[in-house]
């Protein structure tokens, strides 16, 4: 028996080969798009072949965990692939931030502006380090994760005028501890 639309999920949760081919060709441009979305800012094709080939070893290993139709499946594999592809990012990102501290990447910076402004990434990264966890989180997706506050909300499962809340009282925290670290009031 053949993997079809109508039987792919079962046979994929029977570990079937024939399935995870099935879900390769029919389901691929759409992984790949949402990889390429959330990955192309590292311009590193090679992170997002990784993240790809990791995120069907995941539909592969997880398949039974799944309980839905075709839609529920495809929706169930955009999740897969966007949190697949953002832990990537956060790993990638932390590998650049080590690297960068011992490497000049920018060669247009003096470095004296060099230096103050890793100086200053750090002090800022300490700031939201010491926000409440929420918080914390709503940054890093904002801010460095580039996440629109619909998704935000979603994902925390909060309001959306909460997160706009959050973010504004955040703000002024961090302009506060920045001016009273002399960071010159920089704000995010």
């Given amino acids: 028996m053949k993997s079809n639309e109508k039987n792919f999920i079962q046979r994929l949760q029977h570990q079937k080969e024939d399935a995870l081919e099935f879900i390769v060709d029919k389901y691929l441009p759409l992984i790949k798009g949402v990889t390429f979305n959330i990955l192309s800012p590292l311009n590193n094709d090679g992170i997002i072949e990784e993240c ?25 594999i955009c999740a897969i692939a966007k949190f697949k592809s953002i832990d990537y990012y956060r790993k990638a990102r932390k590998k650049e931030e080590f690297v960068s501290n011992y490497m000049d990447l920018n060669a247009e910076k003096s470095a004296e502006e060099e230096c103050v402004a890793a100086e200053n990434k750090k002090e800022l990264i300490k700031l939201i380090n010491q926000l409440e966890s929420v918080d914390r989180d709503i940054f890093i997706m904002k801010f460095f994760l580039g ?42």
């Fill in 52 to 76: 790809i080939n990791d995120i069907i070893l995941s539909i592969w290993n997880h398949s039974r965990k799944f309980h839905g139709d075709a839609s529920d499946f495809k929706k169930w």
């Fill in 147 to 188: 996440f629109k506050t619909e998704e935000i909300s979603k994902k925390l499962g909060i309001t959306r005028a909460a997160v706009d809340n959050r973010i504004y009282r955040g703000k002024k925290k961090l302009h506060t501890k920045a001016a009273n670290l002399n960071l010159g009031g920089r704000t995010v």
